[in-house]
């Protein structure tokens, strides 16, 4: 069992910057890969980025290629989402998911474990 718990969101004007953070319980964190979706109102849950178990590998939506950055810190169990270059567009609520296994899915079905979410909102 895995408990996720994300931090991090806010209100930031377009531009801006926002990092979120994503704590995991349990002694078997490696074991996960992690990733991000996020929410719009009205629209489905979309793949943001995703990390394997040891962080080596990572994958981007190609929305947020190059302004987005997901990483990792097994011995911290955290897994975080740096964002740069923030568009109104990115506005979501965005959620933490935990895959057992080492690599990671584009498909939320793929996830086992969920997170609450946090609110980010982009202001133009």
């Not at 408990?3 to 349990?26: H, I, K, N």
């Not at 690599?103 to 086992?112: A, F, I, P, V």
């Amino acid at each position: 069992q895995v408990q996720l718990v994300e931090s991090g969101g806010g209100l930031v004007q377009a531009g801006g910057s926002l990092r979120l953070s994503c704590a995991a319980s349990g002694r078997t964190f490696s074991m996960y890969a992690m990733a991000w979706f996020r929410q719009a109102p009205g629209k489905e849950r979309e793949f943001v980025a995703a990390i394997n178990w040891s962080g080596g590998s990572t994958y981007h939506a190609d929305s947020v290629k190059g302004r987005f950055t997901i990483s990792r810190d097994n011995a911290k169990n955290t897994v975080l989402l740096q964002m740069n270059s923030l568009k109104p567009e990115d506005t979501a609520v965005y959620y933490c998911a935990a895959r057992f296994g080492r690599t990671g899915s584009y498909y939320s079905d793929g996830y086992n474990y969920w997170g609450q979410g946090t609110q980010v909102t982009v202001s133009s």
